[in-house]
């Protein structure tokens, strides 16, 4: 007896993972298959906003959850939430992987959004006063960014393993350079507060997304590793929605607008 019962039980479990695993993959009547998203606002919603009539063609529906200011974001795509999120690097994704204990994965990278320092108060990178105070970025790889730019611009020298290791904080500068003041602070905090330094360093997302102007007085290259990536979990990754999503995403149309649209304050990967 309790013999057929645990084999009616795992039947029953069987089935039901069989029905859970139809349904993720199911399309609607009209063959539409909606992707439930989690994705900042600027510049990926706007991004996804623009790619969606490509997209509809491919048969995709791309639904937003919410923003990536939800904290939860990477969680929620794990427990299956959301199907994919678009907000982040890779480096930032292999750190709450190793964290959480997570098998998300990036399945391409769409653009990328250099960190920059910017002045309110400067035009031009040598104009920045002796002692100038420069606000950084206090969350892991941005802070690295951060350090790494202003080590590149002849203020600060790193030291040589912190170069290459990804997570340098002000404790890894051996020599200031120039006399400056480095003040570390959350990163969603720097623009409210951008009139107490001289200088601050932040992602263009976060520059754009505020609609404030200010001046760039220098910005990571180009080439820099920091794309802004599709992510999913590691049994999605070759979905065909999520394919489909990527390979509009890299079009050659969405990439000339991501470049003709933020012109240089955004990158896009091709």
């Known amino acids: 007896m309790k013999k ?37 606002l600027v510049p990926h919603q706007e991004i996804i906003d623009y790619a969606a009539p490509a997209l509809l063609k491919e048969g995709i529906k791309v639904v937003t959850l919410q923003d990536a200011s939800d904290e939860l974001g990477n969680e929620k795509t794990f427990n299956g939430e959301a199907d994919f999120n678009y907000f982040q690097h890779k480096p930032y994704l292999d750190s709450v992987n190793k964290q959480n204990g997570w098998d998300l994965v990036s399945v391409a990278a769409i653009h990328v959004e250099p960190i920059s320092l910017y002045s309110d108060k400067y035009t031009k990178l040598e104009d920045a006063p002796a002692n100038a105070v420069i606000a950084l970025p206090n969350d892991g790889t941005n802070e690295y960014r951060g350090l790494k730019l202003l080590n ?49 360093v932040n992602n263009t997302n976060k520059i754009l997304e505020s609609g404030i102007k200010t001046n760039i007085l220098a910005q990571e290259a180009a080439d820099s590793p920091y794309g802004n990536i599709i992510v999913t979990k590691a ?35 091709k």
């Open 4 to 40: 057929a019962i645990a084999l009616i039980i795992g039947i029953a479990a069987v089935l039901a993972l069989a029905s859970c695993a139809k349904k993720e993959a199911s399309a609607s009547k009209d063959g539409i298959v909606t992707l439930k998203g989690i994705i900042d």
């Open 152 to 200: 590149d611009k002849g203020f600060i020298r790193l030291n040589e393993h912190s170069l290459s290791a990804l997570d340098a904080n002000t404790g890894d500068i051996v020599e200031y350079l120039k006399p400056v003041k480095l003040v570390e602070i959350n990163a969603y905090q720097i623009i409210p507060t951008r009139a107490d330094y001289d200088l601050f």
């Open 235 to 269: 049994s999605r990754a070759n979905d065909p929605a999520i394919q489909k999503l990527v390979k509009v995403l890299l079009s050659d149309d969405v990439q000339n607008w991501i470049k003709n649209k933020y012109n240089g304050a955004v990158i896009p990967v």
